[in-house]
């Protein structure tokens, strides 16, 4: 397991969430859940044929893809009604006002 690397994503103040915010963090699109006091990243693109996650209906720690219903778990990334599909996940946290995404090593 490679050494947390927390890069500054931005103040959460200029974030939109509805219900997630689209981040670009080092080459990556990201959505960006907040999950009560826990905030959870996730890759933004559906492996299906690509909708934003960012933009999907958000229901108990699951994101569903607006386009055709997939849904994610968004701590483990794992597709819920497709078996074998996995978004990756990033660990993601609040210092002082600013979203961090750990991009590890």
Do not use: K
């Amino acid at each position: 397991m490679s050494a947390p690397r927390w890069v500054r994503v931005g103040a959460i103040a200029t974030l939109r969430f509805d219900p997630a915010a689209c981040v670009q963090v080092e080459g990556r699109e990201l959505a960006v859940f907040r999950d009560g006091s826990t905030w959870r990243a996730m890759e933004n693109s559906c492996p299906h044929q690509g909708a934003s996650l960012a933009e999907g209906d958000w229901d108990d720690g699951t994101v569903g893809c607006s386009w055709h219903g997939w849904r994610f778990d968004i701590r483990s990334g794992a597709c819920v009604n497709v078996p074998g599909e996995t978004l990756r996940v990033y660990p993601a946290r609040e210092t002082e006002g600013i979203l961090e995404v750990d991009l590890g090593g």
